[in-house]
């Protein structure tokens, strides 16, 4: 039957061919109905009636969302929904336009409702609805329309729903076809019972792996992004010790940051279960989390929070949503699980800020913010002496000083390693602090039985913790374990897949294995990362290099240089190769030009071996050679499989290098 569809703009709204019947929460487009979820709808309501102008996100969540907490993963399922109904496209929108980290704005011109009639159902026929067999019922409302199976016992089959379950479908199915009830409404009700008797029949898939991303600040001032920042990697920490859940580590997970969420995606991409998202406002000494756990399968919220606190309570605020997001995992925790998660390295709030600060500046792992992240560091000691995990972290950051030859290793990794020590002797159980020490032990200490120990012990406490396998992989190819360190820089990059040092090492793994190929390959896959990530450079150039393409390797290795002359390596391997390709008066420039750097700044004398390695002068690569050896350089335990070097195996003087080395 028709009625004339004609009424005022505060009942229904109309552009292009879509009709928006809000008394009846109904929407038509091209004269057909669309399904859109009641959230969905409230969105494009509210859009619509602040058409023209961006809605923010924020604005958004407190008018549609009042009731319960939820993160943009919801906003941005409900824009999706409505784009999906609509026919919509986010990258050339005629409808709903996306404004960059600040919200939506709907488009489309409103006309007057049009004079011809359009196909609705009566109120009559909205009354009748199909006779169901006992124990079913079909629920209707304004808002929603839900199909509920009584208490029937059920018995799974192959395909997934049981015998029962294909019989109530086969008989909702007639009841409807006999049914005068609208068209739409019984393809609605089929499409909802299906969908939920096969849900309740097959039950819900457990998450075995999760991802963290990146809380955003809501907090205008970056400044404060140390904390938004630190509260996601504490949630990693603490969730990745515990037992049948593997967490994304933090390099993979910060790949995200800034980024519009689409948890499906996330998951995908990540091959995992659920992603846990939110936002940190910081308001004062008021401190304010919003989180939402997504499943990666279908998009849905499994569990959403809001959690206001004193920034004093911060300790208590990371256990309590660790602790609810295990119980909603249904993890099965025991005693010493539930100690993990409520660990607190300190009781001091500003303790913690700057450790958290020190972190940040530490990510970027250049020499400047090393430098700071150390100062950090240091402050959170002086205000609280115990706090090992800052001793940790200052640990790492001299480590990584020494590693990257912005500091000379005599200097570097004495204080690494005596930080270290430090805290362990307050907490024994830090990985972090067995890892760095696994690094110390294998690049100055030269101690490989000390090095075994500390890999034994950090994969004890946490199996999941990539570094740890970084680090043991690197010290794996010294010692000519080639598979070995294959298979655990592997495992690293399963568990930070986006890692650039992670994807670059194993370039490193496969050219010190001298498979020169499985290199390159690996260096381009960094590269599509990161086109700028110099370790990649350097090593798809050494690459070329065995393989005797010079050309390639000069233009990799110059274009390193160019974009980092500070760092000796590149300027070290480019004059190796001049030298080797017969270009000897430009591999003596480099030489010279190196010897210059080093009045003003550490440059490592195993980096200007090998240059006269390259030149076939022996006498004065073995003269670096031995500087290098005294100077404790970390690239001197490479001796043994550095392709660069092998011009040098049959003299006695490198045997007698490599025996010192142990």
Known sequence: MKENSKQS???SYYFDDVVIERGNFRVLKGGQPKALTPRS???????IEQRGSVVEKQEL???IWKETFVTDNALMRAVKDIRRELGDDAGAPRYIETVHKRGYRFIAQLKDAPNEDLEFETEAERS???KLSEGETVTTSSRQATVETANQPTTQTDAGTSPETTSSIKNLVAKIKESKASAVFALVALVIAVASIIYLGRGEKAIHSLAVLPLESANADTNREYMSDGITESLINSLSQLPDLKVI???TSFRYKGQQIDAQKVGRDLHVDAVLTGRVIQQGENLIIQAELTNAADGSQLWGKRFSRRLADIFSLQE??????SEKLQLKLTGEDEKRLAKRYTENTEAYRLYLTGRYFWSKRTTEGLNKSIAYYQQAIYKDPNYALAYAGLADSYAVLAINSDAPPRESFPQAKAAAIKALELDDTLVEAHATMLQIKAEYDWDWSGVEKEYRRAVELNPNYPTTHLYYSIYLIKIGRHEEAVAEIKRAHELDPFSLIINAVVGRVFFFARRYDEAI?????????DPNFLAAHLFLGRAYKEKKMYEQAVA???????AARDVSETTSLLGYVYAVSGKRDEAKKILNEMKEMSKHRYVPPYNIAMVYAGLGEKDQAFEWLEKAYEDRNQQFTLLNIAPEFDSLRSDPRFTGLLRRIG
């Not at 309590?320 to 997001?325: D, G, P, V, W």
């Not at 990799?556 to 160019?562: F, I, K, P, Q, V």
């Open 9 to 11: 703009n505060g009942s």
């Open 41 to 47: 709808f409230d969105v494009l309501i509210y859009l």
């Open 61 to 63: 969540f407190e008018q």
């Open 128 to 130: 009748e609805s199909p």
């Open 249 to 251: 580590a933090r390099t």
């Open 320 to 325: 309590e949503i660790a602790k609810e997001i």
């Open 521 to 529: 390959e690996a260096c381009y896959k960094t590269l599509e990362l």
């Open 556 to 562: 990799e290795l110059s274009n390193a240089r160019d």
